[in-house]
T-cell receptor, first 110, second 112 residues
């Protein structure tokens, strides 16, 4: 089982829609969870961090964490063409290793 | 001011050469990392240092040797470069081992 898994994508949504990105992880001792955005040719940029179960909202972004189900998600409301990028889920395991999923490419159609 | 800076940004070299990539962070972070991103865009951890001490060493060939002269610097030296080493190498840092990491702009290494 892969340590951090994301839907393979790509994901295409119309402008103004909600984009839903999902991620599962294998290490039950994980305590820290992150979503990064990476534009083509650029470095990963932190969007959200979440440490406890539940929802965390920041502007148009909401991260959701369910440790019992080993699941973390990112919702992007009112999607904009500028949101088109690769989104990377990252998990800090019990051994402090920050492991990334393979990423999902999001395309927002104008 | 750039928070995590890497040099050089691009590196083209021949097989068999030895090269180094430098990384510096001015954020006062305790933890620094090296990641490799291959052509399929998968970001894989190579090394992690906390307060100059190596804490994570993934299954990376011995040709790769990290060095942390102080908390603000983590350099990567690569011996006997191979074609398969071609990738983008990212340096990153975080306040502690459990907090979010901030990435440098990457070094695109091409081995010919």
């Amino acid at each position: 089982q892969k340590e951090v898994e994301q839907n393979s994508g790509p994901l295409s949504v119309p402008e103004g829609a909600i984009a839903s990105l999902n991620c599962t992880y294998s290490d039950r001792g994980s305590q820290s969870f992150f979503w990064y955005r990476q534009y083509s040719g650029k470095s990963p940029e932190l969007i959200m961090s979440i440490y406890s179960n539940g929802d965390k909202e920041d502007g148009r972004f909401t991260a959701q964490l369910n440790k019992a189900s080993q699941y973390v998600s990112l919702l992007i409301r009112d999607s904009q063409p500028s949101d088109s990028a690769t989104y990377l889920c990252a998990v800090k395991g019990a051994n402090s290793k920050l492991t990334f999923g393979k990423g999902i490419t999001l395309s927002v159609r104008p | 001011d750039t928070a995590v800076s890497q040099t050089p940004k691009y590196l083209v070299t021949q097989m068999g050469n030895d090269k180094s990539i430098k990384c510096e962070q001015n954020l006062g972070h305790d933890t620094m990392y090296w990641y490799k991103q291959d052509s399929k865009k998968f970001l894989k951890i190579m090394f992690s240092y906390n307060n100059k001490e190596l804490i994570i060493n993934e299954t990376v060939p011995n040709r790769f040797s990290p060095k942390s002269p102080d908390k603000a610097h983590l350099n990567l030296h690569i011996n006997s470069l191979e074609l398969g080493d071609s990738a983008v190498y990212f340096c990153a840092s975080s306040w502690t081992v459990n907090t979010e990491a901030f990435f440098g702009q990457g070094t695109r290494l091409t081995v010919v």
